[in-house]
């Protein structure tokens, strides 16, 4: 089989407390935070940050990936690859075969499953925007993160874990079930299909372990995903008992923080489980949801040199959480607030997209080969010495720059004002003027170290538009 090369996780940086739910709508104040996918994100925006993050580690690879498999329950397209504009932000060859696996949680396993058993570089995108109706359970305890792996058989690429089994099981078990024109999920009486999932669960473990010539207790690590709570409970107390391991190692932390953000919760537990394992140890992935899948691996000598940069917990335990009920339900769809005079928003158009794509979606701009000016954005004519078709491109999404001034405009149009706009200069030259995210007024100052973020600037007549934005370094 193939190796695990790199991983990496994104948490929003907006969190809603869930005290503030029972505020609103009355009863019992549940504790804890959950993370929240700010107004311009979405799951494909989630998809490339994590993504971003896992390429990180091995920017050599970039090149080499041939296929991009994004998963999420939550597409904000259909009928439409959503992975397109994920290739398109990564900077991925031509050639690399980018799908979605799209329309229900399993899909995140299904993902792993496949790339695992590739013979080619394959990235595994998981990305999910969970909600619920208000005073839901699903919106109570549903979060929104991303997660990435890069799976890779080549020599030269060091594997951070080898993957040593993944078994599964199928059943068409109606539990969860949310129709196409609908914005949340149906679910049955949980424990009705709890006994089912367990008995799944068994037998699934049973073949991982198998395949894999190992005895439960031999295990290291243990994290098991869905979103059936009854069985996600019956399946970890199970298994625990079996390994002598506490199932989900720092999950319990991760769900008061973030929530369970569905088709990226399995992404998210394995590279909190990756953060924390040393080399030689083994560890399994269970994942519940119409079936069982489990997937085993062994971590190599090269984790201990290149874990994530940013540990999964990380963002889980920074984040603001002072992000109000209304404008949570405002972002979801849930309230319809009366918006700022302001002309309608005009979509992108296909043809200026597709010929100027290496700006929009990867952030590229070209620096001039005579004078070493950089063009934000790319130029055939050079500002400074008037050099005509002498630039190379250069990536400036993961450039660190600092902004030189800002404003902040009450009047112009956001879902969450105020409107921050900003001048920022990259390390290595070149302004660029755009808007901040994940900030608020009080914060902002000359000086202030950001990084470029692909946010979602807007959806007018059912066009995504998405463009890169400044975020602080925190």
Known sequence: MTSLVAYGAYVPYF???????????????????????????????????????????????????????????????LDKTNAAAIHAALGLAPEAMAVDMAGAVRSGAGALHLASGSAEDTLVVLADVRTGLPGSADERDGGDAGAAFLFSGRPELPPLAEVIAHASVTAEILDRRRTPDTPVSTTSEERFTEQVYTRLADAAFDDALERAELRAEQLDHLAVAGLHQRALRSVAGRLSARTGKTADGNADGLAKAVGNPGTAQPGLLLADALDRAEPGQTLALVVIGDGVSVLVLRTCAALTDRRAAVPAAAPAAAGSDRLPYGDYLTWRGFLDRQPAARPKPQPPAAAPSLRRAGWKYGFVASRCTDCGTRQLPPARVCTNCRTIDKMTEERLDGTPATVVTYTVDHLGFTPHPPLILAVIEFDGGGRFRCELTDAAEDEVHAGMRVTMSFRRLLTADGVHNYFWKARPVR
């Open 15 to 77: 969190r809603l407390r869930r005290s503030a739910i029972a505020t609103v709508l009355g009863g019992r104040a549940a504790g804890g935070t959950r993370a929240v996918a700010s107004y311009d994100e979405d799951s494909t925006t989630l998809g490339v940050e994590a993504a971003r993050a896992a390429l990180a580690a091995v920017p050599e690879a970039r090149g080499s990936v041939r296929n991009l498999l994004f998963a999420t329950a939550t597409p904000p397209y």
